[in-house]
């Protein structure tokens, strides 16, 4: 099997290394077409934008990913063009298009979230997310592509970039290093789902391999993730693994809370206010039951993410 993955983020370079590592051809392609050096893995340069570029690229593959995050603050403008992008290459090459999707699309809905689950965002983001698989599932239902999404929580895990995990970079780094924890938002004592990134990569492994023309394509999964836990948890368990004292994690004074609005990354946040103030539970029992995917233990998870932080620096 032929993969073309696009983006090389935490998520897209773990999907590439996965498939190069099942024995599959794998290119890697992004914008700048820098090489991750990535073993069994080439790369390539491709705007997604570019629906003539990203066909010439996808030609003669049997799967193509999209794995791309562009910025949060830019969704509504960045996304569409994208979209079309994909959707355009998959169906004039072929290739079965697998999406790397998340859970916006839901909004505040009853816990757990399952792929039941209606799309029913109220929120810019989210429908942005919503559009994209309404979109891929009509150009299938008109037989025009193959189309898959698999959905995670908020991730965390070794290899995630900079400003791409919550977890890793304002929770866990913090916890480990001996200081406390500080949220802009967010109840800490409510339970919330985190999938760990290398699961992600694993059931998309697990999808690029499935018959496309099966059950298995034509829908969405959500990704092996295990049970929910609180932020309080969080700051525990790490300085339990880390070896370190524990602190008590907390939220900034309200003023300060008020003043980082101005941050137009901070500022986004209200949209998804809800996924932190309330519940947040993913269910993934399907792709665990069809696949036989087991979610990391949360431990093992959190190990393994602590080493990997250390490490980096």
């Not at 997604?48 to 003669?60: E, F, I, Y």
């Not at 150009?139 to 919550?166: C, I």
């Not at 880390?242 to 994690?249: D, L, N, R, Y």
Request: net charge negative.
């Amino acid at each position: 099997m032929k993969a073309v993955v696009v983006g090389a983020g935490g998520i897209g370079r773990l999907i590439a290394q996965h498939l190069g590592e099942a024995g599959h051809e794998v290119v890697l392609a992004t914008r700048s077409g820098t090489d991750p050096g990535l073993s069994r893995v080439t790369t390539a340069q491709v705007d997604a934008a570019d629906p003539v570029a990203l066909t010439a690229l996808t030609m003669g593959s049997d799967v193509l990913v999209n794995a791309v995050n562009p910025p949060y603050t830019q969704w509504p403008e960045l996304w569409p063009p994208m979209a079309v992008g994909f959707l355009a290459a998959a169906e004039r090459s072929g290739a079965g298009l697998l999406i790397v999707g998340n859970l916006y699309g839901y909004g505040p809905s009853p816990m757990p979230m399952t792929e039941a689950t209606p799309l029913a965002t109220t929120g810019t983001k989210g429908r942005v997310r919503a559009q994209m698989w309404h979109d891929a599932l009509a150009a299938q239902e008109q037989g025009r592509v193959r189309t898959v999404e698999l959905r995670a929580s908020d991730y965390f895990g070794p290899g995630a970039t900079k400003g791409m995990s919550y977890l890793n970079q304002y929770a866990i780094a913090p916890a480990l290093h001996g200081r406390t924890a500080r949220h802009v938002r967010g109840a800490l004592d409510e339970l919330h789902s985190w999938t760990y990134l290398p699961d992600i990569a694993r059931l998309a492994v697990a999808l690029a391999e499935a018959d496309r023309d099966g059950t298995d394509w034509g829908r969405a999964w959500h990704v092996p993730t295990a049970p929910a836990v609180t932020m309080r948890q969080v700051a525990a368990d790490v300085a339990d693994v880390a070896g370190v004292t524990p602190h008590e994690p907390r939220l900034y004074p309200a003023v300060l809370r008020e003043a980082l609005t101005l941050v137009p990354l901070i500022r986004e946040l209200k949209e998804t206010a809800y996924q932190v103030d309330l519940p947040f539970i993913l269910d993934s029992s399907a792709a665990q039951e069809r696949f036989g995917l087991a979610p990391t233990p949360w431990r093992e998870a959190l190990r393994t993410t602590v080493d990997w932080i250390r490490t980096a620096g």
